[in-house]
T-cell receptor
């Protein structure tokens, strides 16, 4: 079983729609959760971090965390073609300064 | 705010040649530093991390090595490159619990 799992996609949504990206993790003791956006050929960019159960909103982005279900998601409202990228979920495992990354979900937003 | 520099940006090297990639960080002191590799169409693989000068932890056995000669300098090396070493090499830095990536070095081994 992979430690951090994401659907590879592509997830296709029309411009203006809500994109929902999901991630599950296996270490129940994980404390910190992150979403990165990676454009083709570029390095990952941190867009959201979440540490406690519930929702965290930043502009058009909302991260949702449910530790009981070991599930973290990213919602992108009013999706734009510029949001087309691969989104990586990352989890910090208990007691370490290392992140475990999922393989990413490719998002395509069509005009 | 912190800035992570990596060079070179791109590199084409023949099999069997040596490698040296450099990462330097500005705007922070005593950071945790990381080297990742991302092969084409693959996920991020953690290669090495360092919590201080001279302290290196290796995540996977391979023909690569890392060194941290200064607080804000992290170097990735190889004595003899393999075809399988091709990929996108990323340096990352932890800042107050969040990890940020440098621009990366794209290495092609021919």
């Amino acid at each position: 079983q992979k430690e951090v799992e994401q659907n590879s996609g592509p997830l296709s949504v029309p411009e203006g729609a809500i994109a929902s990206l999901n991630c599950t993790y296996s270490d129940r003791g994980s404390q910190s959760f992150f979403w990165y956006r990676q454009y083709s050929g570029k390095s990952p960019e941190l867009i959201m971090s979440i540490y406690s159960n519930g929702d965290k909103e930043d502009g058009r982005f909302t991260a949702q965390l449910n530790k009981a279900s070991q599930y973290v998601s990213l919602l992108i409202r009013d999706s734009q073609p510029s949001d087309s990228a691969t989104y990586l979920c990352a989890v910090r495992n208990t007691g370490f300064q290392k992140l475990v990354f999922g393989t990413g979900t490719r998002l395509l937003v069509s005009p | 705010s912190q800035t992570i520099h990596q060079w070179p940006a791109t590199l084409v090297q023949p099999v069997g040649s040596p490698l040296s990639l450099e990462c330097t960080v500005e705007g922070t002191s005593n950071p945790n530093l990381y080297w990742y590799r991302q092969a084409a169409g693959r996920g991020l693989q953690l290669l090495f991390y360092s919590v201080g000068i001279g302290q290196i932890s290796s995540e996977v056995p391979q023909n690569l090595s890392a060194s941290r000669p200064q607080d804000r300098q992290f170097i990735l090396s190889s004595k003899k490159l393999l075809l399988s070493d091709s990929g996108f090499y990323l340096c990352a830095c932890n800042i107050v619990g969040e990890q940020y990536f440098g621009p990366g070095t794209r290495l092609t081994v021919t």
